[in-house]
Every structure is written in structure tokens, then in C-alpha cells.
């Protein structure tokens, strides 16, 4: 932790105790590209709730309540609490830390607010649906602003020639929009390519036709592999055979969106719609490329209040429909008899009966510790060798002023992105020369710093935690590489003059704080060009009662994922419960 006037400890306490599993506990690196296969617990997730979101069935339920507790109040657990809830379940959330939302956490500190964890809002409608379930409109519990442009992008790319700062920085600055005919006319001006502007052109339309085929195969149900998502009423038509070969199965991101553009710096920032999954766009599957037409479509979203008003909208959901919320509750252990969970023990020895049980805890630790010596404990890991995804260092940093040429969201990039990616992904270890995301937020609420300041907030994605990383030592060097970076690249003159205070997220901070698998940002990872997007199923069929939630179950990380993570959970839960009454 590098020399900070307020620590993240003293800002934001973590009475978490002592968290036992330090980077060590959690397994060798054994996951090749191609081995994190599906989860093969069986068929778990096939059946009546393959329908897609329409046809869910909260009218039974209430014939056949469940007691129902969900470990982890992270955003996939909020959203699985209100949508059982609102089906007439009884629930309580148990939290180990003493604040509720999980990684969308808040830092206050010295007149500066800083959003500590997810920054950038996509695919609203996923919330929205969280809150239809309890027929509340979002309207009345959260205010979201569209951004657009949604990330300023800029490049290293030496100089236009001219001598001209202005026109150099021009020369380096790419806008993402979402309207494709102004995007296209970015490119070619940044560019005076034709070429790579009809190639995003073209991008897009497959990114859309990939997210279609997404939507009906893919989200809204528990999906543990390939299986799975065949079983949509047993069809096997032309159509869906279309569909199959348009996931371009067996190429990478990188691939393809190099096959569409060529132009390295355009290419690269089309590879950063897949930094939302934590993931080397070398080694993901393409049908990750879908994520670019979910963002451009839907748009990008800031609530007012900060990434943080959002588990707080979903927290006062929650409370109001009856769900108790309990801080400070460490589950150490899931209970079972005969195949069937039947509650929890907490770290004060308190033991709480369920008839069901929602973890939010990260999947691998689920089983590898609340689960630990069940032969399911050992049948998951003996079958499935998933990889976490990355980590990240985040600077926080007050500023005392402001640098008025970057927009919200920004991007400041990586001079070679496939040596990043192998330095992080392969290698494990810090990129040299990393790209950084930086969020300047009070260009959309002031109040978010002194007036004329800025509550600068600076994610670089990392290696996962390995063994041999002590953070504390390494933070103070990789944080003076991170500013010479933002200095060099991003245009920030003399910041290290602006930072009127300071602190530190380093992927130590996050494995414990959120106990997440080895320091990962976003769960698992996506690599495997074939079956790197499949995650564990929501509904586990080893135990009667389970379901997961959350960045590490499926669909995967990321606000949007997550939250429709946890409403899968709770409709599989839901569903069976109605199925269990009928019987
Ligand atoms: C720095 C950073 C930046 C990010 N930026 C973005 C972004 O811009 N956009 C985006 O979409 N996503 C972003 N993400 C990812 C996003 O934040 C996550 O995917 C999402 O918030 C994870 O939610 P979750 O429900 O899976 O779990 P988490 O937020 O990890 O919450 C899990 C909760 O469970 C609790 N818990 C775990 N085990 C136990 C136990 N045994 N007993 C009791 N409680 C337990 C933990 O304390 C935690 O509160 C970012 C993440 C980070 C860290």
C-alpha cells in the first residue's frame, strides 16, 4: 500500500477476519486455453426453464414457499434476493463484510467519492427486469444518464510530425460513439481508411447477429456447457444450425476483429469490449465479439450517485419486500443431508436451517470451502479446471484539479496489446507498458469532488494473484509505471503535482475483501476459443437446493451478467420449488 493520508482499511472497514485462503490455497495454474471446459456436473441446468425469461411462473410459488438463504450480498445475490422475494420466498442475506453490493463498493475520503469498484453501466434493461419482478419502476429507486461518446480513447503512437502538441494529441484520440454511421466517420478521419470504417461497419452487424443468438440460447437460464443450450425444446432446425455457425466456433476475439480491422489502434479498442470478462481476447471464444453490439445498442449508463447508487436501489428493494439483510455474517459452511442443503453455519457458530441456498460466493470457493469433504466437493474439482480471470490495481486519486480533455470514461492504451496480453495472461506477470481505464466522473456530477477537482479513478488490469506477488512491494514501482503512462499517453501533465490524496486497490486488497479466486476481477475466465464462455451452471443438480450467483457462475462477470446471473438463480430455485409442489 503505497504512502496514503487515508488508507482503503480506514475508509472503508473490512471486519471480514482473518480469511485463511491466501493466494496458495487456491489450486495449480493448470488451465490450458482450451481446458476450461464445460462444468460437467451433469445435466444440470436443461429442462422447462430453457424458455427464456418470459415464462417464469411466480403464480405456484406462493403454495410453496422456500426458506431461502443467499451467501454474499454482492450484486448477483441482491438481485436473486429481490426476484425470490418478490415470488413470495422467505430470504435472508448473510454478508461478511459490513456494507451490502460486494465489489460495487464506495470510498469517501477528504471531499472526494470514489466508486471503488465497476464504473461502467451497460444493458440497464438487465436491472430493469430485476425491479419489474416486484412490479417497481426503476425510475422511482435509481436516475441513469446515457454517455455518449462512451470512452475517449487514446494511443501511443509517437507524433503526427507536425511539432504540434494539439494536433498531435488529435492525431492519437479515437471516440467511441454508439451510432454507427458517426462511429464509421471517426474511424476514417482518425484512420483515412474507408476500409476499417466499413470493416467496424460490418463488425457490428455480426456483434449483433451474435448477440441474438445469445439471447435465445444463452441468457436468462441456468447454462452449465454446450448441452444445454441445445436442449431449446429439442428443435434442431436450419435456423438453429445458422445460428451455430455464425459463433464462429474455434476462432478467438482477436481474430476476428482483426479480420474485420486491420488498423492496430482501432483494433485494439475493439478488443476492450471484451475486458468487461477479465479475459485475453486471444484466447477468447468469438462469440464474446456480441458484447460490442450489447454496449453500442443498449448505451452506456451512469446512475447518479455513483456505481454505488445501484446496490443501494437494489438493497432498498430488497427491504422493502420483507428480505432480511444481516452485515457481518461469514458463512464458513453449507450444510447438507442426503444430497439436500439444509442451511448454513456462520463463523460465530451460528447455525441457520434453509431450504434452499443461493451462493454468492465465488463458484470454485463454494465448493472448494463451504462444500469442503462432500464427494461433490471433490467430484467439482476433480472435473472442472477453471481459471480465474484477472485482477487489477485501482489508484484513487484526488485531485486538485482537473484535466478537461477527458471525457467520462477513457481509455489510455498499451503501446503493443499482444505483448500486454501475454504479459498478464501468459507470462502472469504486470505489463511493462499497460493500458489504463480511467474514470473522470465529475464531468457528469461535480459532486463527486471539491469544485474545479477531480475524483479520479484508475483501473490496470493485472495478472491473477500468484504466489510468488507480494503487492505491498510491488504497488509503489507499478504505480509510478501507471503515471508515467497516464502522463506519457493520456495527456495528464504533472499529476503526480495534482494528487491531493491517495489510495490503493491492489489484487491482495481484492481476494480478500471479496474473497473472490485468486485476487479475479471477474470471476473465471473465458479462454478456451471453443467453450470458454460456459461457466458453472446457476442450478446444481449434485445438491438439491443449491444455486450460484454471481461473476463466476453463469452468464459470467460484469454488472449486467451478474445481476442476470442472480435472477437465474432465483427462477431455477423458483421453478423447481412450483415443480416440487405439483409432485
Ligand atoms: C475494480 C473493479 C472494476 C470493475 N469494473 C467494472 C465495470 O466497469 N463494469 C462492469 O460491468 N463490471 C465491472 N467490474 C466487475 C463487477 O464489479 C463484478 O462482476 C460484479 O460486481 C460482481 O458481483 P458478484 O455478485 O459476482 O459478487 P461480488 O461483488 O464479488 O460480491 C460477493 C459478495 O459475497 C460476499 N461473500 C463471499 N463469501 C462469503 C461468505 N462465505 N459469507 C458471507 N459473505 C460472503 C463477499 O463479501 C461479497 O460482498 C469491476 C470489478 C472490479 C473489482
Known sequence: MITDKNTIAEAVPDNTGPDSTGPDSTGPDSTGPDSTGPDSTGPDSTGPDNTGPENTGPENTKKNPQKVIVIGS??????????????????????????????????????YRFDMGPTILTLPSVLKRVFSEANRDIDDYLELIRLDPQWRCFFESGNDGSGDRKAD???????????????????????????????????????EQLHGVSDRFYFW??????????????????????????????????????????????????????????????????????????????????????????????????????????????????????????????????????????????????????????????????????????????????????????????????????EEFDFIYKRGEPAPDPSAYVCAPAISEPEVAPPDCEALYVLVHTPYLRSNHDWKKMLPTYRETILDKLERTGGMENIRDAIVYESALTPEDIHHRYRVLDGAIYGLASHGRFLGAFKPANRRTDFEGLYLAGGAAHPGPGMPMVLMSGWIAADSLDQDSARSAKR
Open 74 to 111: 454482492g450484486l448477483a445475490g441482491l438481485a436473486s434476493a429481490c426476484v425470490l422475494a418478490a415470488r413470495g420466498h422467505a430470504v435472508t442475506v448473510l454478508e461478511k463484510n459490513d456494507w451490502f453490493g460486494g465489489k460495487a463498493a464506495v470510498l469517501h475520503a477528504d471531499g
Open 169 to 207: 494529441e488529435q492525431a492519437n484520440v479515437l471516440d467511441l460513439v454508439s451510432d454507427v454511421d458517426s462511429m464509421t466517420a471517426n474511424i476514417v478521419k482518425f484512420t483515412s481508411s474507408q476500409k476499417d470504417a466499413d470493416g467496424y461497419r460490418r463488425f457490428l452487424k455480426m456483434s
Open 221 to 418: 437460464k441456468s447454462i452449465g456447457g454446450i448441452r444445454d443450450t441445445m436442449d431449446v425444446g429439442g428443435a434442431f432446425s436450419a435456423a438453429v444450425l445458422k445460428d451455430v455457425m455464425s459463433l464462429k466456433m474455434g476462432k478467438s476475439v482477436a481474430s476476428v476483429v482483426r479480420s474485420h480491422v486491420p488498423e492496430k489502434r482501432v483494433a485494439q479498442m475493439m478488443d476492450h469490449f471484451t475486458q468487461y470478462v477479465g479475459s485475453s481476447p486471444y484466447a477468447s471464444p468469438a462469440v464474446l465479439c456480441g458484447i460490442a453490439h450489447m454496449q453500442t445498442d443498449e448505451g452506456i449508463w451512469y446512475p447518479v450517485g455513483g456505481t454505488r447508487a445501484v446496490p443501494e436501489a437494489l438493497t432498498k428493494l430488497a427491504l422493502e419486500l420483507g428480505v432480511t439483510m444481516r452485515c457481518g455474517a461469514d458463512v464458513m459452511r453449507i450444510t447438507s443431508e442426503n444430497g439436500r442443503v439444509t442451511g448454513v453455519v456462520t463463523a460465530n457458530g451460528e447455525t441457520i436451517r434453509a431450504t434452499a441456498v443461493v451462493s454468492n460466493c465465488d463458484a470454485v470457493r463454494t465448493y472448494r470451502e463451504l462444500l469442503d469433504g462432500t464427494p461433490q466437493s471433490e467430484k467439482f474439482e476433480r472435473k472442472n479446471r477453471y481459471e480465474a480471470a484477472c485482477s487489477g490495481v485501482v489508484l484513487y486519486l484526488g485531485l486538485n484539479r482537473r484535466y478537461k480533455h477527458l471525457l467520462h470514461h477513457n481509455f489510455v492504451f498499451s503501446r503493443d496489446p499482444e
